[in-house]
């Protein structure tokens, strides 16, 4: 995820807790719940985050329309990008989310469902040819037809380097992407056409030559297809992306209310910039009409002043930060009102793996001068013994309950509990906490990394505590040097950091100087990914969409652009390649879970949080959709779903 990676923010996936009369089968809304003024719960804390339904009640009526309104907090300022193509931040994406749609979408089970289009794709035998049949009676809010064009459009824009979208690289599964976008863009090959390398400008002559060859066209005006390089059995959920929204023939700004057309249930009313946008049903929505006839969206101070405005009555729902966890947790009167939610999302650190090398030849790896073996005077972390006996040591939902007030779930893979149908590794991991298993762990890598025996008067006493074999692992370990994290100094992150540090001192015997947990955001910013300063590395990831690729891909294949550890394995890959080339999402699970046992067992990262949400919502904000693909308020998935009952 581009611009997500380094902050967790909310994704994509819905359980079924409502119900209602069904809808028409094209049409991306899911039933419309019964009316109820009751908690919806979702998720509770629990290590295994499950979905726990709550009691429901109907309240007598709905509040007349004019009283029809949600007001919800965006962000501090404006959404640097409105437009889909070009939007990667949760604010952006939770605006965008009520004002477009693609051709799919996800129902209320999380489930990919037709919306612009008329029914899921039709897929080549080969697996490479993608065809979507656009419904008739789709309009944009100028009442403009909606046609396979503007879906070719919209592609043209994401596939095009001179644009440098954070999302870009979602195109390069396409036929002929990769000749335009190149490596530099994020493909995995080709050139990117420079007129100018140096200067970083482009030959557009080639360029548009290039886009007119992509695999996207539009044989009519109700059909779109997408012919990719090689299979991916998740471009389905890439369609059903912000990014593919279609693209208004005349839509060439989007900086003001004006100029954006809406292809979504509503549409922009106004734009006071840094101030509020407002949003208004879209008379052209091919769907059911929304029962709210204004929505407005907050802009200006930081979270914490949100959740004040919502307590002084300006805001019917407001996202706690993690700064006001603890206070709006413990308040008496706020338990039937908080919604909580896990959502698609991961706190995790990398390990330095050592397994790159610099163009000179020169393993990529940070100094530890007692190793004598392996990488020679490289960083214990390339042991694999030694990963694991750092992640066994840690006891995730102690960390959760200390640092993040309760509010998440341990992780154990990359795969957040929420991706459909999808085993995802949780407490039955290979590498559970155990400390008695993190010393043994640790003594096979100080031997396999050659560390010198620490001098037998440094070894303390056997106790009931600590038998002689685990007094000598915990003196020998004092023989490596300093460890360094790479982390921000800001978001809390020292306080993780230090409750790792304080961990591995008191189960592994690691001194107070053994570790650097000094802030790094100067370095840290520019120079993390080439894996050669840190030893342990924050990281954080979002999915873009629910597929159990995404987070593996993207994080851990070999030379992938977000794999900041540097950890490859071919077996792992060539796993995630059967994934993709499978004829259904069913028959691929198989190739992701076996994958995700493989990367867990090479620890390559120390994973540790499910990302949750928690929320203030007022008892009269009814028939939202809960879901962990939630951005910044509850519900925002399906804005038009949500009605306001009397109060």
Same mark, same amino acid.
């Given at each position: 995820?581009?611009?997500?990676?380094?902050?967790?923010?909310?994704?994509?996936?819905v359980?079924?807790?409502?119900?209602?009369?069904?809808?028409?089968?094209?049409?991306?809304?899911?039933?419309?719940?019964?009316?109820?003024?009751?908690?919806?719960a979702? $998720?509770?804390?629990?290590?295994?985050?499950?979905?726990?339904?709550a009691?429901?009640?109907?309240?007598?009526?709905?509040?007349?329309?004019?009283?029809?309104?949600?007001?919800v907090?965006?962000?501090?300022?404006?959404?640097?990008?409105?437009?889909?193509?070009?939007?990667?931040?949760?604010?952006?994406?939770?605006?965008?989310?009520?004002?477009?749609?693609?051709?799919?979408y996800?129902?209320?089970?999380?489930?990919?469902v037709?919306?612009?289009?008329?029914?899921?794709?039709?897929?080549?035998?080969?697996?490479?040819?993608?065809?979507?049949?656009?419904?008739?009676?789709?309009?944009?809010?100028?009442?403009?037809?909606?046609?396979?064009g503007?879906?070719?459009?919209?592609?043209?824009?994401?596939?095009?380097?001179?644009?440098?979208?954070?999302?870009?690289?979602?195109?390069?599964?396409?036929?002929?992407?990769?000749?335009?976008?190149?490596?530099?863009?994020?493909?995995?090959?080709?050139?990117?056409?420079?007129e100018?390398?140096?200067?970083?400008?482009?030959?557009?002559?080639? #360029?548009?030559?290039?886009?007119d060859?992509?695999?996207?066209?539009? !044989?009519?005006?109700?059909?779109?297809?997408?012919?990719?390089?090689?299979?991916?059995?998740?471009?389905?959920?890439?369609?059903?992306?912000?990014?593919?929204?279609?693209?208004?023939?005349?839509?060439?700004?989007?900086?003001?209310?004006?100029?954006?057309?809406?292809?979504?249930?509503?549409?922009?009313?106004?734009?006071?910039?840094?101030?509020?946008?407002?949003?208004?049903?879209?008379?052209?929505?091919?769907?059911?009409?929304?029962?709210?006839?204004? #929505?407005?969206?907050?802009?200006?101070g930081d979270?914490?002043g949100a959740?004040?405005?919502?307590?002084?009555?300006?805001l019917?729902?407001?996202?706690?930060?993690?700064?006001?966890?603890?206070?709006?947790l413990?308040?008496?009167?706020?338990p039937?009102?908080?919604?909580?939610?896990?959502?698609?999302?991961?706190?995790?650190?990398?390990?330095?793996?050592?397994?790159?090398?610099?163009?000179?030849?020169?393993?990529?790896?940070?100094?530890?001068?007692?190793?004598?073996?392996?990488?020679?005077?490289?960083?214990?972390?390339?042991?694999?013994?030694?990963r694991?006996?750092?992640?066994?040591?840690?006891?995730?939902?102690?960390?959760?309950?200390?640092?993040?007030?309760?509010?998440?779930?341990?992780?154990?893979? !990359?795969?957040? !509990?929420?991706?459909?149908?999808?085993?995802?590794?949780?407490?039955?991991?290979?590498?559970?906490?155990?400390?008695?298993?993190?010393?043994?762990?640790?003594?096979?890598?100080?031997?396999?990394?050659?560390?010198?025996?620490?001098?037998?008067?440094?070894?303390?006493?056997?106790?009931?505590?600590?038998?002689?074999?685990?007094?000598?692992?915990?003196?020998?370990?004092?023989?490596?040097?300093?460890? $360094?994290?790479?982390?921000?100094?800001?978001?809390?992150?020292?306080?993780?950091?230090?409750?790792?540090?304080?961990?591995?001192?008191?189960?592994?015997?690691?001194?107070?100087?053994?570790?650097?947990?000094?802030?790094?955001?100067? #370095?840290?910013?520019?120079r993390?990914?080439?894996?050669?300063?840190?030893?342990?590395?924050?990281?954080?990831?979002?999915?873009?969409?629910?597929?159990?690729?995404?987070?593996?891909?993207?994080?851990?294949?070999?030379?992938?652009?977000?794999?900041?550890?540097k950890?490859?394995?071919?077996?792992?890959?060539?796993?995630?390649?059967?994934?993709?080339?499978?004829?259904?999402?069913?028959?691929?699970?198989?190739?992701?879970?076996?994958?995700?046992?493989?990367?867990?067992?090479?620890?390559?990262?120390?994973?540790?949080?499910?990302g949750?949400?928690?929320?203030?919502?007022?008892?009269?904000?009814?028939?939202?959709?809960?879901?962990?693909?939630?951005?910044?308020?509850?519900?925002?998935?399906?804005?038009?779903? #949500?009605?306001?009952?009397?109060?």
């Amino acid at each position: 995820m581009a611009l997500l990676a380094f902050a967790v923010f909310a994704m994509v996936v819905v359980y079924p807790l409502l119900t209602g009369p069904a809808q028409p089968s094209a049409a991306p809304q899911t039933a419309l719940p019964s009316l109820t003024s009751a908690p919806i719960a979702r $998720r509770t804390a629990t290590p295994t985050g499950r979905a726990t339904p709550a009691a429901t009640e109907t309240p007598s009526r709905l509040a007349p329309p004019d009283r029809q309104v949600l007001r919800v907090y965006c962000c501090a300022t404006d959404p640097r990008s409105l437009r889909p193509q070009g939007a990667s931040g949760s604010d952006e994406i939770s605006i965008i989310n009520g004002i477009q749609r693609g051709l799919l979408y996800r129902d209320a089970e999380g489930r990919l469902v037709p919306s612009l289009a008329t029914a899921l794709p039709t897929v080549s035998e080969d697996g490479l040819t993608y065809t979507y049949t656009l419904r008739d009676d789709a309009r944009y809010s100028d009442g403009t037809a909606i046609v396979a064009g503007d879906i070719v459009r919209a592609a043209r824009a994401l596939a095009d380097p001179r644009n440098a979208f954070d999302y870009g690289d979602e195109m390069c599964w396409v036929a002929g992407v990769n000749d335009v976008l190149g490596a530099d863009f994020g493909c995995s090959e080709g050139d990117t056409p420079y007129e100018d390398p140096e200067a970083g400008t482009f030959d557009d002559a080639t #360029i548009e030559g290039l886009l007119d060859d992509i695999g996207v066209t539009a !044989p009519n005006d109700h059909t779109a297809v997408f012919q990719l390089h090689q299979p991916a059995s998740f471009w389905p959920d890439i369609t059903a992306m912000w990014l593919l929204t279609p693209v208004h023939p005349n839509q060439t700004a989007w900086g003001e209310a004006a100029d954006i057309v809406s292809s979504g249930p509503f549409m922009i009313d106004s734009w006071r910039h840094n101030s509020e946008i407002d949003l208004v049903p879209n008379p052209h929505w091919y769907g059911p009409t929304p029962t709210l006839l204004r #929505i407005e969206i907050r802009i200006g101070g930081d979270p914490s002043g949100a959740v004040a405005s919502w307590e002084h009555g300006d805001l019917d729902v407001v996202r706690v930060p993690s700064l006001d966890l603890p206070r709006v947790l413990a308040t008496a009167d706020y338990p039937s009102i908080i919604k909580r939610s896990t959502n698609l999302s991961i706190d995790y650190y990398d390990f330095a793996n050592c397994q790159s090398k610099d163009p000179a030849g020169n393993t990529l790896c940070p100094p530890n001068d007692a190793v004598t073996k392996g990488v020679v005077g490289g960083s214990p972390t390339q042991n694999l013994h030694f990963r694991q006996a750092l992640t066994q040591a840690v006891d995730k939902a102690d960390m959760i309950n200390a640092i993040f007030a309760g509010v998440g779930v341990p992780a154990y893979s !990359p795969t957040m !509990p929420g991706i459909p149908s999808f085993p995802t590794v949780t407490a039955d991991t290979p590498l559970p906490h155990d400390p008695a298993a993190a010393l043994a762990s640790l003594a096979i890598a100080l031997h396999e990394l050659g560390v010198a025996d620490p001098d037998p008067a440094s070894v303390l006493p056997a106790s009931d505590a600590c038998d002689d074999t685990c007094q000598h692992t915990k003196a020998w370990v004092k023989m490596l040097g300093p460890l $360094r994290f790479g982390f921000h100094c800001d978001a809390g992150h020292d306080e993780r950091v230090l409750y790792l540090a304080q961990t591995w001192r008191r189960v592994l015997g690691f001194t107070e100087d053994q570790f650097d947990v000094r802030c790094t955001d100067g #370095i840290f910013s520019t120079r993390r990914f080439p894996g050669n300063i840190y030893d342990i590395e924050r990281r954080g990831w979002s999915a873009d969409f629910a597929h159990p690729d995404n987070q593996n891909r993207d994080l851990f294949a070999c030379g992938a652009r977000y794999n900041s550890s540097k950890y490859c394995d071919p077996a792992y890959d060539a796993l995630l390649n059967r994934g993709a080339e499978a004829a259904s999402y069913e028959k691929a699970l198989p190739f992701y879970h076996d994958a995700e046992l493989m990367l867990v067992q090479d620890a390559p990262v120390l994973f540790l949080r499910y990302g949750e949400n928690v929320w203030l919502v007022r008892p009269w904000v009814i028939n939202y959709i809960q879901t962990p693909s939630d951005q910044q308020n509850v519900g925002d998935v399906f804005y038009e779903n #949500i009605q306001i009952a009397a109060h």
